[in-house]
């Protein structure tokens, strides 16, 4: 099985500060990764999918990069609406997700 | 727009067996896989089965295999998970989620961001 490790585990973070996120996987996933943000209560909501494609109507403001093993998610301005709990998610070997990343207000 | 409504949680003791129900509209139901996801209470997301656009190919993960069965109806547009031998680890709330890609075999799951899922409970 696919292991996959966010990093941090949570990220304390200002209003305009730029923010990244890393995933790393036990073995090569390729491109096929994807991002998601999930708030308190709600289901969670895909930002990037294929490593570095953004979904239509995410702000560009995030962004995606990586292939292979290591991958990041960088948010180029944070804003208010984005502290959430990010996680990543493999899909090229059966589907594993990342323990998750807390953004939260410094 | 697209919409997944889950139900059937509920408060079931160890041992017990429970079907979770997922009615899709909005898409084009038999163009898309289909997964269940869980998130236990303060917990991450865990992927736990899918069921492919054409319902050839169905996969679990380690935690649920031998217990849970995903099965999908067309003709009620409606995905289900029946859940048997449940234990208290299995506590947490269950999401469907459609196929990001159209009649895909590689795409990653695609949430209705407005649902909240269903809770299941199982007390030892």
């Known amino acids: 099985d696919i292991q996959m490790t966010q990093s941090p585990s949570t990220l304390s973070a200002s209003v305009g500060d730029r923010v990244t996120i890393t995933c790393r996987a036990s073995q090569s996933v390729g491109n096929w990764l994807a991002w998601y943000q999930q708030k308190p209560g709600k289901a969670p909501k895909i930002l990037i999918y294929k490593a570095s494609n953004l979904e239509t109507g995410v702000p560009s403001r995030f962004s995606g990069s990586g292939s292979g093993t290591e991958f990041t998610l960088t948010i180029s301005s944070l804003q208010p609406d984005d502290f959430a709990t990010y996680y990543c998610?493999?899909?090229?070997?059966?589907?594993?997700f990342g323990q998750g990343t807390k953004v939260e207000i410094k | 727009q697209v919409q997944l409504v889950e139900s059937g949680g509920a408060v079931v003791q160890s041992g017990g067996s429970l079907r979770l129900s997922c009615a899709a509209s909005g898409i084009t139901f038999s163009n898309y896989g289909l997964h269940w996801v869980r998130q236990a209470p303060g917990k991450g997301l865990e992927w736990v089965a899918v069921a492919s656009f054409d319902a050839t190919e169905i996969y679990y993960a380690d935690s649920v295999k031998g217990r849970f069965t995903i099965s999908r109806d067309s003709s009620k547009n409606t995905l289900y998970l029946q859940m048997n031998s449940l234990r208290p680890d299995d506590t947490a709330v269950y999401y469907c989620?459609?196929?990001?890609?159209?009649?895909?075999?590689?795409?990653?799951?695609?949430?209705?961001?407005r649902g909240q899922g269903t809770l299941v409970t199982v007390s030892s």
């Open positions: 998610h493999q899909y090229n070997s059966y589907w594993t």
């Open positions: 989620a459609k196929d990001f890609n159209v009649q895909s075999r590689t795409s990653c799951p695609q949430f209705d961001y």
